[in-house]
């Protein structure tokens, strides 16, 4: 079974920077893509990064591009998202995602089979 573990969350001010770390873990899979989302209490799961290993392209929603990174050491089975000019809006529960089969849209998290337990983000204003 894949097991991803998601790492690095904590309390920061505004303006602060984070980084998460995901290890994954089980049995090998192809290397299509993997990606993060957030999730803020009372709403939806949302969209974050992600990175495909088969096209080399990096993936993020609107609200983060700019500001956040997202990078991988394939040799850790280790996806990363390093966080900067972090906003009380980014405050969420963070996950990481793989997919067992190539997505067709890497933003949608029914695309994704295998999910970490998530680590808090909170930034204080």
């Known amino acids: 079974q894949v097991q991803l573990v998601e790492s690095g969350g904590g309390l920061v001010q505004a303006g602060g920077s984070l980084k998460l770390s995901c290890v994954r873990s089980g049995p090998t899979l192809r290397n299509f893509a993997m990606g993060w989302f957030r999730q803020a209490p009372g709403k939806e799961r949302e969209f974050v990064a992600a990175?495909?290993?088969?096209?080399?392209?990096?993936y993020y929603a609107d609200s983060v591009k700019g500001r956040f990174t997202i990078s991988s050491d394939l040799a850790k089975n280790t996806v990363y998202l390093q966080m900067n000019s972090l906003k009380p809006e980014d405050t969420a529960v963070y996950y990481c995602?793989?997919?067992?089969?190539?997505?067709?849209?890497?933003?949608?998290?029914?695309?994704?089979?295998?999910w970490g337990q998530g680590t808090q983000v909170t930034v204080s204003s």
């Open positions: 995602a793989s997919p067992r089969n190539y997505p067709r849209d890497f933003t949608r998290p029914y695309e994704y089979d295998y």
């Open positions: 990175i495909s290993w088969s096209l080399g392209s990096l």
